[in-house]
Protein backbone atom coordinates (compact mmCIF):
# COMPACT_ATOMS: atom_id res chain seq x y z
CA UNK A 1 0.00 0.00 0.00
CA UNK A 2 0.82 3.44 -0.28
CA UNK A 3 2.70 5.01 2.59
CA UNK A 4 0.25 7.77 3.73
CA UNK A 5 3.45 10.10 3.74
CA UNK A 6 3.22 10.60 0.18
CA UNK A 7 0.84 13.37 1.00
CA UNK A 8 1.47 16.79 1.98
CA UNK A 9 -0.40 17.88 5.43
CA UNK A 10 -1.37 21.51 3.89
CA UNK A 11 -3.41 19.43 1.60
CA UNK A 12 -5.42 17.18 3.47
CA UNK A 13 -8.10 19.91 3.46
CA UNK A 14 -8.34 20.74 0.54
CA UNK A 15 -12.17 21.14 -0.97
CA UNK A 16 -11.58 23.54 -3.93
CA UNK A 17 -9.82 21.93 -6.77
CA UNK A 18 -6.54 20.86 -6.18
CA UNK A 19 -5.40 22.19 -9.89
CA UNK A 20 -7.55 25.15 -11.63
CA UNK A 21 -6.34 25.71 -15.91
CA UNK A 22 -8.37 29.00 -17.22
CA UNK A 23 -7.45 30.14 -20.71
CA UNK A 24 -3.96 28.40 -20.83
CA UNK A 25 -2.76 29.29 -24.67
CA UNK A 26 0.98 29.07 -25.59
CA UNK A 27 2.05 30.21 -28.34
CA UNK A 28 5.63 29.11 -30.06
CA UNK A 29 5.87 32.45 -33.20
CA UNK A 30 2.81 31.69 -35.29
CA UNK A 31 1.95 28.08 -33.72
CA UNK A 32 -0.30 27.87 -31.29
CA UNK A 33 0.90 24.59 -29.12
CA UNK A 34 -2.36 25.11 -26.47
CA UNK A 35 -5.04 26.94 -27.10
CA UNK A 36 -7.41 28.17 -24.25
CA UNK A 37 -7.36 25.10 -22.21
CA UNK A 38 -9.68 25.15 -19.13
CA UNK A 39 -10.27 22.56 -16.44
CA UNK A 40 -10.25 21.64 -12.76
CA UNK A 41 -8.84 18.74 -11.10
CA UNK A 42 -9.78 17.56 -7.55
CA UNK A 43 -7.58 16.02 -4.92
CA UNK A 44 -7.15 12.26 -5.35
CA UNK A 45 -8.44 12.26 -8.78
CA UNK A 46 -6.39 10.57 -11.55
CA UNK A 47 -6.95 12.63 -14.40
CA UNK A 48 -5.77 11.92 -18.14
CA UNK A 49 -4.44 14.11 -21.12
CA UNK A 50 -5.47 11.56 -23.85
CA UNK A 51 -4.00 12.91 -27.40
CA UNK A 52 -2.16 12.12 -30.68
CA UNK A 53 1.49 12.84 -30.95
CA UNK A 54 1.76 16.73 -31.04
CA UNK A 55 -2.02 17.82 -29.33
CA UNK A 56 -0.12 19.85 -26.88
CA UNK A 57 -0.44 17.39 -24.12
CA UNK A 58 3.39 18.16 -22.93
CA UNK A 59 3.33 21.94 -23.63
CA UNK A 60 -0.04 21.56 -21.06
CA UNK A 61 2.18 19.57 -18.29
CA UNK A 62 5.05 21.85 -18.41
CA UNK A 63 2.82 25.08 -17.84
CA UNK A 64 1.26 23.43 -15.42
CA UNK A 65 4.50 22.71 -13.55
CA UNK A 66 6.14 25.84 -13.78
CA UNK A 67 9.15 25.16 -16.86
CA UNK A 68 7.41 27.55 -19.42
CA UNK A 69 5.22 30.18 -19.08
CA UNK A 70 1.98 30.71 -20.84
CA UNK A 71 1.62 33.27 -23.36
CA UNK A 72 -1.95 33.89 -22.13
CA UNK A 73 -4.18 32.25 -19.01
CA UNK A 74 -3.74 31.35 -16.04
CA UNK A 75 -3.46 28.42 -13.84
CA UNK A 76 -3.19 27.20 -9.86
CA UNK A 77 -2.25 23.93 -8.33
CA UNK A 78 -1.98 23.27 -5.20
CA UNK A 79 -3.39 27.08 -4.10
CA UNK A 80 0.08 28.47 -5.58
CA UNK A 81 -0.24 30.48 -9.27
CA UNK A 82 2.31 28.89 -11.56
CA UNK A 83 3.26 31.88 -13.31
CA UNK A 84 3.65 34.13 -9.84
CA UNK A 85 5.04 31.52 -8.01
CA UNK A 86 6.49 28.86 -9.75
CA UNK A 87 8.99 27.40 -7.29
CA UNK A 88 6.51 27.20 -5.06
CA UNK A 89 4.92 25.23 -7.39
CA UNK A 90 7.66 22.73 -7.95
CA UNK A 91 8.09 22.74 -4.05
CA UNK A 92 4.56 20.72 -3.55
CA UNK A 93 4.81 18.47 -6.71
CA UNK A 94 6.23 15.44 -8.20
CA UNK A 95 7.10 14.90 -11.92
CA UNK A 96 8.43 11.94 -14.01
CA UNK A 97 8.55 11.94 -18.12
CA UNK A 98 8.70 8.99 -20.47
CA UNK A 99 12.48 9.71 -20.02
CA UNK A 100 12.63 8.71 -15.92
CA UNK A 101 14.97 11.81 -15.11
CA UNK A 102 17.34 9.04 -13.79
CA UNK A 103 20.85 8.94 -13.58
CA UNK A 104 22.22 5.81 -15.21
CA UNK A 105 25.85 6.19 -13.86
CA UNK A 106 24.71 6.45 -10.55
CA UNK A 107 23.54 3.75 -7.91
CA UNK A 108 20.10 2.79 -7.32
CA UNK A 109 20.31 4.36 -3.69
CA UNK A 110 22.51 7.07 -4.86
CA UNK A 111 19.95 8.21 -6.98
CA UNK A 112 17.17 8.21 -4.35
CA UNK A 113 19.96 10.13 -1.94
CA UNK A 114 20.08 12.85 -4.91
CA UNK A 115 16.48 13.30 -5.19
CA UNK A 116 16.11 13.32 -1.24
CA UNK A 117 18.65 15.84 -0.88
CA UNK A 118 16.94 17.84 -3.92
CA UNK A 119 13.64 17.75 -2.35
CA UNK A 120 15.06 18.72 1.66
CA UNK A 121 13.94 15.16 2.49
CA UNK A 122 15.90 14.39 5.44
CA UNK A 123 16.62 12.69 9.12
CA UNK A 124 14.57 9.66 9.98
CA UNK A 125 12.20 10.57 6.92
CA UNK A 126 14.47 10.39 4.59
CA UNK A 127 15.66 6.82 5.84
CA UNK A 128 11.92 5.73 5.93
CA UNK A 129 10.95 7.37 2.57
CA UNK A 130 13.71 5.79 0.53
CA UNK A 131 13.04 2.24 2.37
CA UNK A 132 9.41 2.51 1.05
CA UNK A 133 10.99 3.74 -2.92
CA UNK A 134 13.11 0.75 -2.81
CA UNK A 135 9.97 -2.03 -1.62
CA UNK A 136 7.42 -0.46 -4.13
CA UNK A 137 9.89 -0.46 -7.13
CA UNK A 138 10.92 -4.36 -6.03
CA UNK A 139 14.66 -3.08 -5.79
CA UNK A 140 15.64 -4.46 -2.48
CA UNK A 141 18.76 -6.05 -2.45
CA UNK A 142 20.28 -3.54 -5.67
CA UNK A 143 20.70 -1.00 -4.00
CA UNK A 144 24.01 -0.66 -5.17
CA UNK A 145 23.83 -1.40 -8.63
CA UNK A 146 24.25 0.64 -11.46
CA UNK A 147 20.73 2.11 -12.46
CA UNK A 148 22.16 1.95 -16.06
CA UNK A 149 21.98 -1.72 -15.96
CA UNK A 150 18.07 -2.40 -14.58
CA UNK A 151 15.43 -3.40 -16.41
CA UNK A 152 13.12 -0.83 -17.56
CA UNK A 153 10.08 -2.03 -15.46
CA UNK A 154 12.06 -1.05 -12.46
CA UNK A 155 13.34 1.78 -13.71
CA UNK A 156 10.08 3.05 -14.09
CA UNK A 157 8.85 2.41 -10.81
CA UNK A 158 12.37 3.77 -9.76
CA UNK A 159 11.80 7.06 -11.52
CA UNK A 160 8.40 7.18 -9.60
CA UNK A 161 9.79 6.77 -6.10
CA UNK A 162 11.87 9.58 -6.49
CA UNK A 163 9.22 11.74 -8.17
CA UNK A 164 7.24 11.25 -4.75
CA UNK A 165 9.97 10.98 -1.75
CA UNK A 166 8.93 14.22 -0.69
CA UNK A 167 5.26 13.47 -0.76
CA UNK A 168 3.97 15.73 -3.37
CA UNK A 169 0.54 17.13 -3.19
CA UNK A 170 0.08 16.64 -7.06
CA UNK A 171 2.03 14.09 -9.20
CA UNK A 172 2.69 14.60 -12.77
CA UNK A 173 3.09 11.84 -15.10
CA UNK A 174 3.99 12.98 -18.80
CA UNK A 175 3.40 9.41 -21.03
CA UNK A 176 5.64 7.52 -18.13
CA UNK A 177 5.00 3.96 -19.91
CA UNK A 178 6.52 4.32 -23.00
CA UNK A 179 8.19 1.46 -24.30
CA UNK A 180 7.38 -0.49 -20.66
CA UNK A 181 6.17 -3.90 -21.12
CA UNK A 182 2.18 -4.45 -20.33
CA UNK A 183 3.02 -6.67 -17.07
CA UNK A 184 5.08 -3.78 -15.69
CA UNK A 185 3.12 -0.99 -17.04
CA UNK A 186 0.19 -2.37 -15.06
CA UNK A 187 2.37 -2.78 -11.83
CA UNK A 188 3.21 0.45 -12.12
CA UNK A 189 -0.91 1.81 -12.72
CA UNK A 190 -1.76 -0.17 -9.42
CA UNK A 191 0.86 1.97 -7.48
CA UNK A 192 -0.64 4.99 -9.39
CA UNK A 193 -4.19 3.97 -7.87
CA UNK A 194 -2.84 3.56 -4.31
CA UNK A 195 -1.05 6.84 -4.11
CA UNK A 196 -4.88 8.57 -5.41
CA UNK A 197 -6.74 6.38 -3.21
CA UNK A 198 -4.17 7.52 -0.13
CA UNK A 199 -4.91 11.46 -1.85
CA UNK A 200 -2.12 12.15 -3.99
CA UNK A 201 -3.71 14.28 -7.44
CA UNK A 202 -2.33 12.61 -10.26
CA UNK A 203 -2.31 14.18 -14.06
CA UNK A 204 -0.95 12.03 -16.73
CA UNK A 205 -0.95 12.17 -20.40
CA UNK A 206 -0.73 8.92 -22.42
CA UNK A 207 -1.38 7.52 -25.83
CA UNK A 208 -2.22 4.15 -24.66
CA UNK A 209 -6.40 3.05 -24.91
CA UNK A 210 -6.03 0.60 -22.28
CA UNK A 211 -3.98 3.11 -19.34
CA UNK A 212 -6.79 5.77 -20.04
CA UNK A 213 -9.93 3.51 -19.11
CA UNK A 214 -7.97 3.67 -15.41
CA UNK A 215 -8.00 7.71 -14.97
CA UNK A 216 -11.18 8.72 -12.98
CA UNK A 217 -11.97 11.76 -16.19
CA UNK A 218 -10.54 12.17 -19.46
CA UNK A 219 -8.98 15.22 -21.31
CA UNK A 220 -8.95 14.64 -24.88
CA UNK A 221 -6.80 16.94 -26.64
CA UNK A 222 -6.34 17.03 -30.89
CA UNK A 223 -4.08 20.11 -32.13
CA UNK A 224 -3.84 22.02 -29.28
CA UNK A 225 -7.38 22.14 -27.95
CA UNK A 226 -9.45 20.36 -25.60
CA UNK A 227 -12.47 18.56 -27.60
CA UNK A 228 -13.88 16.44 -24.71
CA UNK A 229 -13.68 16.37 -21.05
CA UNK A 230 -15.83 13.34 -18.93
CA UNK A 231 -15.17 9.80 -17.70
CA UNK A 232 -13.79 6.97 -19.65
CA UNK A 233 -17.72 5.63 -19.44
CA UNK A 234 -19.43 8.61 -20.04
CA UNK A 235 -17.32 9.28 -23.05
CA UNK A 236 -18.23 5.84 -24.56
CA UNK A 237 -21.57 6.49 -23.53
CA UNK A 238 -21.62 10.12 -25.72
CA UNK A 239 -20.79 8.25 -29.16
CA UNK A 240 -24.34 8.99 -31.24
CA UNK A 241 -23.65 6.41 -33.90
CA UNK A 242 -23.76 2.11 -33.07
CA UNK A 243 -20.65 0.76 -33.35
CA UNK A 244 -20.54 -2.39 -35.64
CA UNK A 245 -17.28 -4.93 -36.12
CA UNK A 246 -16.39 -6.64 -38.85
CA UNK A 247 -14.52 -9.52 -39.53
CA UNK A 248 -12.89 -10.66 -42.85
CA UNK A 249 -10.17 -11.93 -45.42
CA UNK A 250 -8.27 -8.89 -45.41
CA UNK A 251 -9.58 -6.25 -42.89
CA UNK A 252 -6.44 -3.57 -44.14
CA UNK A 253 -8.68 -3.27 -47.08
CA UNK A 254 -11.79 -3.77 -45.86
CA UNK A 255 -11.34 -0.89 -43.79
CA UNK A 256 -10.02 1.65 -46.36
CA UNK A 257 -13.18 -0.08 -48.96
CA UNK A 258 -15.96 0.82 -46.20
CA UNK A 259 -14.43 4.52 -44.79
CA UNK A 260 -16.05 5.87 -48.20
CA UNK A 261 -19.16 3.76 -47.99
CA UNK A 262 -22.90 5.95 -47.89
CA UNK A 263 -23.76 5.80 -44.33
CA UNK A 264 -20.42 5.04 -43.12
CA UNK A 265 -19.56 7.69 -40.64
CA UNK A 266 -16.02 6.16 -39.83
CA UNK A 267 -14.31 2.87 -40.58
CA UNK A 268 -11.00 1.90 -38.97
CA UNK A 269 -8.82 -0.96 -38.11
CA UNK A 270 -9.57 -2.64 -34.43
CA UNK A 271 -6.61 -5.32 -34.01
CA UNK A 272 -7.45 -8.06 -36.72
CA UNK A 273 -11.40 -6.45 -37.38
CA UNK A 274 -12.33 -3.53 -38.96
CA UNK A 275 -14.86 -1.25 -36.29
CA UNK A 276 -17.43 1.01 -38.51
CA UNK A 277 -19.05 3.52 -36.93
CA UNK A 278 -22.75 3.68 -38.88
CA UNK A 279 -25.40 6.05 -39.12
CA UNK A 280 -28.29 3.32 -39.34
CA UNK A 281 -27.14 0.12 -37.94
CA UNK A 282 -28.79 -2.12 -40.07
CA UNK A 283 -28.60 -0.64 -43.13
CA UNK A 284 -25.25 -0.66 -42.95
CA UNK A 285 -24.79 -4.35 -42.54
CA UNK A 286 -26.02 -5.34 -45.98
CA UNK A 287 -24.14 -2.06 -47.86
CA UNK A 288 -20.87 -3.15 -46.03
CA UNK A 289 -21.44 -6.74 -47.02
CA UNK A 290 -22.50 -6.31 -50.59
CA UNK A 291 -19.57 -3.36 -51.10
CA UNK A 292 -16.93 -6.07 -49.85
CA UNK A 293 -18.45 -8.83 -52.17
CA UNK A 294 -17.90 -6.03 -54.96
CA UNK A 295 -14.44 -6.05 -54.40
CA UNK A 296 -13.70 -9.72 -54.05
CA UNK A 297 -13.98 -9.83 -50.29
CA UNK A 298 -16.20 -11.33 -47.74
CA UNK A 299 -17.24 -9.93 -44.66
CA UNK A 300 -17.57 -13.54 -42.35
CA UNK A 301 -18.77 -11.70 -39.20
CA UNK A 302 -20.56 -8.41 -38.96
CA UNK A 303 -21.71 -7.57 -35.72
CA UNK A 304 -23.09 -4.09 -33.59
CA UNK A 305 -20.32 -4.14 -30.13
CA UNK A 306 -20.36 -1.61 -27.76
CA UNK A 307 -17.83 1.55 -28.62
CA UNK A 308 -14.53 1.21 -26.76
CA UNK A 309 -12.35 4.38 -26.13
CA UNK A 310 -10.79 3.86 -29.28
CA UNK A 311 -13.78 4.76 -31.78
CA UNK A 312 -14.87 7.74 -29.32
CA UNK A 313 -11.47 9.24 -29.46
CA UNK A 314 -10.86 8.12 -33.51
CA UNK A 315 -14.17 9.46 -33.92
CA UNK A 316 -13.45 12.93 -32.03
CA UNK A 317 -10.08 13.66 -33.08
CA UNK A 318 -11.32 13.52 -37.01
CA UNK A 319 -13.98 15.59 -36.39
CA UNK A 320 -11.75 17.95 -34.90
CA UNK A 321 -9.53 18.23 -37.86
CA UNK A 322 -7.52 14.81 -37.68
CA UNK A 323 -4.01 14.51 -36.38
CA UNK A 324 -1.48 16.97 -36.86
CA UNK A 325 0.79 15.58 -40.29
CA UNK A 326 4.56 15.15 -39.10
Do not use: C
Given at each position: ???R???????????????V?S??????????A?????????????FG?????G????????M??????????????????V??????????????????S????????????????????????R???I?????????????????????LG???????????????????????????????R?????????????????????????????C???????????????????????????????????S?R?????????G?????????????V?????????????????????????????????????????????V???
Open positions: MADSAITDPVDSFTEPVIAGLTRRFGDFIVDDLSFTVQRGEIFLGPNAGKTTAIRLTGLLPPTHGTARVARHDAGHPYAVRRVIGYMSQLFLYGDLTVRENLDLFAGLYDVSGDRRTRQWALEQAGLEGREDQLTATQPLKQRLALGSAVLHGPAVLFLDEPTSGVDPVARAFWDLIAELADAGTTVLVSTHYMEEAEYHRLALMNRGRLIALDSPAALKASLEWPILEIRSDDSAAAILAGLEVEDATMFGRSVHVARDAAAAEQNIAAALEREGLTARDIRRVPPTLEDVFVSLVRRSGGVAG
